[in-house]
DNA sequence: TTATAAAATTAGGTATACCTAATTTTATAA
DNA sequence: TTATAAAATTAGGTATACCTAATTTTATAA
């Protein structure tokens, strides 16, 4: 059995090691988890030890597969809190997040699966990212970003990437959810910005970083 | 905000409290919570200096108001989550506590009024204890138990003292749930046990540490 | 190639919440 | 009243999960 702490860090793990490109490193993890870089050398020795990581000075951390496992035990108790949150306790969007980061840490045997029993057994959270079955499958993410859209072309939002409240609250002031249709109209070639509109309605400009943040599907 | 073990101590001091005639020592404590003596020494002085416990040689523990809010408000949630356990993860009796031992300690400012909303204003709990409302306020528990009784009387079960899941598995080999009638024939004059019969059933003995943890409304 | 910046690590420290063993205080019984 | 048992406390210790400051290693740029 894992830890609290030792929870949170196979999560950034995970996650750190999904995005394409990214060394998991001392640095990023730390970054991910606002902790000292010091601190999570100890957690790596301590994981390490665990045999849930691998560590490799030049590819640095890598799950092993009993860490994979772990992992995705958490994740996916999150993303069912998350639906639970949002479906039975009526929380919006923005908040749920920081609500099953807590939730997650519950450690009873089959809590996770009478939860997904009582919801239904949902495939997506509320975010747009799969929830592992029991056995750990999940459904492929998305991954094509509307930065990565064709001009003239309608997307469906499938996920957001970013889940900080900052992002969804700007989503909800632009009535984008899960499911919103989305026309790329315009990529400024100066910075990358595009200009779509969003359910028919009259275009608007929003950032590059704004676009690589939806996942469209 | 107290941490996960002032939690502990906090409730833990809230229901020695309620029991007549038991002093809050130290050692009362430590047995409560399986901690050692010199452990409890050290939380006394820090939830003293948090001013949420008074602390007097002679009197043994007590808490402030400030305590008595904070002890109410983790019962309350304990009580709403083994409703949510039972009545919508389909949990056996004996199963809600230990898993609410670790829900109660979820703080997120307004979790329980949802979950209490979700659940339609339970008042009291799976065991017959009250749910404390989110100002505090809460029916009056059951006080009277079955060992207390007079011969040939029923007895409608309000609540159970013991939530061990000893007594609770024991409870169900019986059939008895909150509800049941159980009539009172006779207390054995050498051990206090009594005869009752569960439901117009035919007779059967129990012991008067039974009788004591049933409590009758 | 070498200077410099960035990343990783080590050394040593902290608060929390426990512990054991020894000692002191208080309660109980002869 | 005094011996003894029980309860409470003190002293000193541990593991966890962090930290800062200093040092070492690695990467990057001139």
Redesign the interface.
Known sequence: MNTFSEENYLKSIYRLSQLAGVKVSTSAIADALGNNPASVVDMIRKLSDKQLIEYDKKKGVKLTPQGQKDAIQIVRKHRLWEVFLLE????RWDEIH??AE??EH???PD?AD??E??LNYPEYDPHGDPIPKANGKMAKPFSATLADGKIRTIYRVGAVRDTSSAFLQYLHKLGITIGTQIKLHEKIAFDQSLVISIDGADPVTVSQKFGENILTS
Chains 1, 2 share one sequence.
């Open positions: 039975k306790l009526a929380y920081d609500i807590e939730l519950i450690k009873h809590l009478r939860l029993h009582f």
